[in-house]
């Protein structure tokens, strides 16, 4: 089941929030949220739903040891083997074929390949379970006695299957105590409604735009033969703006259900295109998976000690593999991970120095060509594209690139204003008198009813939606 689905927002969800509200207790709630969550995933993954249970008791289970012998060998031994089971899992599932296919490249070696279907969120569920084992380990929060309170942190959908990647610490108070306030239920709706429209409205369309530009997996990237100079650098930024409506789409549905629902996520996504640096890109984009990888990965000892450039290589060579099990998401990981560098030795003071418009040319061209890595995971497509980047490919742009250019040029000029923080600007100003606000929330009332009808329509012609980071 996804979220951007008919099914979704006007069968299951409706029949969620009526059971959860007419439950007078917060321990009530916490069961209606379970057993809709577990419904939610065996929607879609009927088998794998008792591998999320099977996890989700390992890690209580460990939590509960790793509080009781902390500092201890039996509580090393217990992470230790908390590590290995949620690593394994992931490795087993996600990268077992990755690995077999490399290894059989190697002369007289000759194993079978793994056909394994990954189950969906196995990425943002074992992050979470990692997060919790080892946050409890360093005494940053105290072990969950109660295993359904767990489960809850766990499995809960809005979060479950695409993140972002939720601390239990975030969480741990409210999930014994919360109220839904008046406030939380317009701004968690609003959310919502924004999340939908930029997934069915936006995202949808600019997958269409790619398609049309790189062509798609399914054909081998055969649009890549043919790609122009302009083509390949418009093609990009469409993939790139495609990402972030998809992603921050989800994104704002997680927190909007969250908070209808009394929790408080974490931003995810936060203007990421108007960075200034690659640095500071990485603050605002994907905010939970890099936070976790620079909280647990980024000071691990290399061979025996603290090293700035490996724990960097180390993030940044995992950032990619998260992704995928693709040679093209690692070239990708590792790219960024030469910029952070560089921009780390630079120093932050002189980043800062660097002009405003020189700044903002150097980070989008960066990001743009970071997305054409990230798409083309034929590493012969890949070495078209880059040909195309610097004018060998073929020419500087044809009658095709004009007419899809032409075609698009709307939605792509609307993609890019509402990337950037725009709207919040004028929110900003505009809420500065109390005419001002109460003009605001008429808009927003508006606009969202708008959004919402509009989706729906769209989402009649829609028989598969899913969002893109389901399969990581």
């Given at each position: 089941m996804v979220f951007a689905d008919e099914l979704f927002l006007f069968l299951f969800l409706p029949l969620c929030l009526a059971f959860y509200f007419i439950m007078p207790r917060v321990q009530m709630k916490n069961n209606v949220l379970i057993l809709f969550s577990l419904v939610f995933y065996a929607w879609g993954e009927q088998l794998y739903l008792l591998l999320l249970l099977a996890s989700s008791l390992i890690n209580y289970a460990a939590g509960r040891l790793l509080q009781r012998y902390r500092d201890t060998e039996t509580g090393k031994a217990c992470l230790t083997l908390s590590l290995i089971v949620n690593i394994g899992v992931l490795v087993a599932f996600k990268y077992s074929g990755f690995i077999a296919e490399n290894l059989n490249l190697i002369p007289f070696i000759d194993i079978p390949v793994p056909d394994m279907h990954m189950p969906i969120g196995i990425s943002f569920f074992t992050f979470q379970n990692i997060s919790y084992t080892l946050d409890v380990?360093?005494?940053?929060?105290?072990?969950?006695?109660?295993?359904?309170?767990?489960?809850?942190?766990?499995?809960?959908?809005?979060?479950?299957?695409?993140?972002?990647i939720v601390r239990y610490s975030a969480i741990a108070e409210e999930i014994d105590e919360r109220k839904t306030t008046l406030e939380d239920l317009s701004a968690g709706f609003s959310r919502l409604i924004i999340g939908v429209a930029k997934k069915v409205i936006i995202a949808n369309n600019?997958?269409?735009?790619?398609?049309?530009?790189?062509?798609?997996?399914?054909?081998?990237?055969?649009?890549?033969?043919?790609?122009?100079?302009?083509?390949?650098?418009?093609?990009?930024?469409?993939?790139?703006?495609?990402?972030?409506?998809?992603?921050?789409?989800?994104?704002?549905?997680?927190?909007?259900?969250?908070?209808?629902?009394?929790?408080?996520?974490?931003?995810?996504?936060?203007?990421?295109?108007?960075?200034?640096?690659?640095?500071?890109?990485?603050?605002?984009?994907?905010?939970?998976?890099?936070?976790?990888?620079r909280d647990y990965l980024l000071y691990v000892p290399i061979f025996g000690k603290r090293r700035k450039y490996g724990g960097l290589f180390l993030v940044w060579f995992c950032t990619g593999l998260w992704h995928g099990a693709s040679w093209n998401f690692i070239?990708?990981?590792?790219?960024?991970?030469?910029?952070?560098?560089?921009?780390?030795?630079?120093?932050?003071?002189?980043?800062?120095?660097?002009?405003?418009?020189?700044?903002?040319?150097?980070?989008?061209?960066?990001?743009?060509?970071?997305?054409?890595?990230?798409?083309?995971?034929?590493?012969?497509?890949?070495?078209?594209?880059?040909?195309?980047?610097?004018?060998?490919?073929?020419?500087?742009?044809?009658?095709?690139?004009?007419?899809i250019f032409m075609?698009?040029?709307?939605?792509?000029?609307?993609?890019?204003?509402?990337?950037?923080?725009?709207?919040?600007?004028?929110?900003?100003?505009?809420?500065?008198?109390?005419?001002?606000?109460?003009?605001?929330?008429?808009?927003?009332?508006?606009?969202?009813?708008?959004?919402?009808a509009v989706s729906a329509i769209l989402l009649l012609n829609t028989t598969n939606n899913p969002f893109l980071y389901f399969r990581f």
């Open positions: 380990w360093w005494d940053k929060t105290g072990a969950q006695r109660s295993f359904r309170k767990y489960m809850l942190y766990i499995s809960m959908f809005p979060q479950l299957v695409a993140g972002p600019l997958n269409s735009a790619v398609t049309a530009v790189l062509g798609q997996s399914s054909d081998g990237y055969a649009a890549a033969d043919s790609l122009t100079t302009l083509g390949a650098w418009y093609g990009a930024i469409l993939v790139a703006l495609w990402y972030y409506f998809d992603f921050s789409g989800y994104s704002d549905i997680a927190i909007g259900l969250g908070r209808i629902f009394g929790f408080h996520f974490d931003e995810n996504f936060n203007y990421p295109f108007a960075c200034k640096s690659i640095s500071e890109f990485w603050q605002r984009w994907h905010i939970s998976l890099g936070s976790f990888f070239l990708w990981g590792l790219y960024y991970g030469v910029f952070i560098a560089i921009e780390s030795a630079i120093g932050k003071k002189r980043m800062k120095r660097m002009p405003r418009a020189l700044a903002h040319i150097y980070t989008k061209i960066v990001i743009v060509v970071g997305f054409g890595i990230f798409y083309f995971e034929s590493l012969s497509s890949l070495g078209k594209f880059f040909k195309a980047l610097v004018g060998l490919g073929s020419g500087l742009t044809n009658a095709v690139t004009n007419t075609q698009y040029v709307f939605l792509f000029a609307a993609a890019i204003l509402l990337s950037l923080p725009i709207i919040k600007a004028i929110k900003s100003r505009a809420s500065r008198s109390t005419s001002g606000t109460a003009v605001i929330s008429t808009v927003g009332v508006l606009c969202n009813v708008v959004l919402l």
